[in-house]
Each structure stands twice: as structure tokens, then as C-alpha cells.
């Protein structure tokens, strides 16, 4: 498995990328920052900045709980079924969620890992979010 450290990671070294013995690629702090920013840019847009930003927030949060499947949130989440797939569709063509087993009836739905790791921006945005916007 290979994962990723940024430039202040032990041993880095810092504007190379350098693959070592240990599969671990070391990025430049930049690069980091870079991603933070594109996904605080479309949480904002997706979870603040449209209509039915509020539902895919719910979304977020369950997900974060426990995997779902689209039935499972319809009923937690006292939404239409149609509705909730509409906003599951949008958040993993985003790529902010995942269905690992496919399009297979009842597979359930999980954050992306990239989500997952940066999970504090969105709790961000979520907290800065007006109660009256988007549902």
C-alpha cells in the first residue's frame, strides 16, 4: 500500500516527491494544501451554495456514522426516495461518497476516503451553514 506524507513528515524531503523503501510518497506541503482547498471549495458550493445543500449535508452526517444503503437513509433521514438518490448520485459523481459493491441492489453507500480524511472541513462549512438555506 502506498500513502502519502506531506514535506513535514519524517525524513521527507520536501519539493522532490521521493518514492522510498517504505512505498511511502512524500508530497510537498503545497499539495496538501492545494486538495484542502478544491474540496473546501466544492463542500461549499454543494453543501452551502445550492438548493438541497441542507439534505446532502444530512447525508454527510449519517454517512459519517455508519454505511447506509439509499432505502436505510430515505427512512433515517424521513426523506423522499427519489430525493435521496438524487443527492447520492450528485455526491458520488463528486466523488465524495463511494458504493464499493457497485449498482448492486441495497449496497450500501460510504464517505470517501477523501472525505473521510478531511471530514473537519466539511464539519466547517456545516457549522457556518444559515438553518434556513437549501432544503
Same mark, same amino acid.
Request: charged content about 15%; hydrophobic content about 40%.
Given at each position: 500500500? +502506498? ?10 524531503? $520536501?519539493? *522532490? ?5 517504505? #512505498? &511511502? +510518497? ?6 496538501? #494544501? ?5 474540496? *473546501? ?14 439534505? %446532502?449535508? %444530512? +447525508?454527510?452526517?449519517?454517512?459519517? &456514522? *455508519? ?14 426516495? *427519489? &430525493?435521496?438518490?438524487?443527492? @447520492?448520485? @450528485? ?6 461518497? &463511494?458504493? $464499493? ?6 449496497? $450500501? ?17 456545516? %457549522?457556518?451553514?444559515? $438553518?434556513?438555506?437549501?432544503?
Amino acid at each position: 500500500m +502506498i500513502s502519502a506524507c506531506r514535506a513535514e513528515c519524517p525524513g521527507s524531503n $520536501p519539493g *522532490r516527491g521521493v518514492l522510498n523503501d517504505d #512505498t &511511502t +510518497i512524500f508530497l510537498p506541503s503545497f499539495v496538501s #494544501t492545494a486538495v484542502s482547498a478544491a474540496l *473546501r471549495q466544492l463542500l461549499w458550493y454543494l453543501i452551502a451554495g445550492t438548493r438541497g445543500g441542507v439534505n %446532502r449535508a %444530512r +447525508i454527510i452526517v449519517a454517512l459519517h &456514522t *455508519r454505511p447506509y444503503n439509499a432505502h436505510q437513509l430515505s427512512e433515517a433521514l424521513q426523506l423522499d426516495y *427519489r &430525493t435521496v438518490r438524487h443527492h @447520492l448520485d @450528485l455526491l458520488r459523481g463528486n466523488g465524495l461518497i &463511494t458504493q $464499493p459493491a457497485g449498482g448492486a441492489y441495497a449496497s $450500501p453507500y460510504f464517505l470517501a476516503q477523501y472525505l473521510e480524511a478531511n471530514y473537519g472541513i466539511f464539519e466547517d462549512i456545516h %457549522r457556518h451553514m444559515l $438553518p434556513s438555506e437549501g432544503k
